[in-house]
């Protein structure tokens, strides 16, 4: 059951960058400028710093690189995790689970750079299938970390006191 579950999990989530890659560069860039300008308005609102719809807009415009590329990161992080805990179904060892969905998750970048070839406005970007890639190596080892932590949490609860 649980193959089938990380299985669908793991094909949706490869939809959703699919679909997040076929729009064309103006829909592209107004989702991340949307974004960009929600994050300066929480922060305007948070700080009480009373800028003016001008400023907004502008610190939006500024931000909005970062928020594309935090926005790659954070993709690629959950589908490497979502491969990695689809190949931790099967018997394959950590270390190859690891590496296996490490690649998984660079291929599937570089074939969605190419997906971007054909789409009106986009490029592919070298840099944007290593970004993609070191995504995907957080993701994994953000993850390995905090199940290490909880297996070794359950090991010492397991253990009898004498």
């Known amino acids: 059951m649980k193959k089938w579950i990380t299985g669908a999990l793991l094909v949706a989530w490869m939809v959703v960058i699919f679909l997040f890659s076929a729009q064309d560069s103006t829909d592209s860039s107004a989702t991340s400028q949307s974004v960009s300008y929600q994050v300066?308005?929480?922060?305007?609102?948070?700080?009480?710093?009373?800028?003016?719809?001008?400023?907004?807009?502008?610190?939006a415009?500024?931000?909005?690189?970062?928020?594309?590329?935090?926005?790659?990161?954070?993709?690629?992080?959950?589908l490497a995790v979502l491969f990695w805990l689809h190949l931790g179904c099967y018997p394959l060892g950590k270390k190859?689970?690891?590496?296996?969905?490490?690649?998984?998750?660079?291929?599937?970048?570089?074939?969605?750079?190419?997906?971007?070839?054909?789409?009106?406005?986009?490029?592919?970007?070298?840099?944007?299938?290593?970004?993609?890639?070191?995504?995907g190596l957080l993701g994994i080892l953000i993850?390995?970390?905090f199940c290490q932590f909880w297996e070794r949490k359950a090991a010492r609860a397991d253990e009898i006191p004498y």
């Open 40 to 59: 300066a308005s929480f922060q305007n609102r948070v700080f009480g710093l009373d800028k003016t719809e001008e400023q907004l807009m502008s610190q």
């Open 61 to 78: 415009e500024s931000m909005q690189l970062i928020i594309r590329k935090g926005a790659h990161i954070s993709e690629y992080a959950l």
């Open 96 to 135: 190859r689970v690891f590496w296996l969905a490490l690649c998984l998750t660079a291929c599937y970048a570089a074939s969605d750079e190419l997906h971007q070839l054909f789409v009106p406005g986009r490029a592919c970007r070298l840099a944007d299938v290593c970004i993609d890639t070191a995504g």
């Open 143 to 145: 993850a390995s970390c």
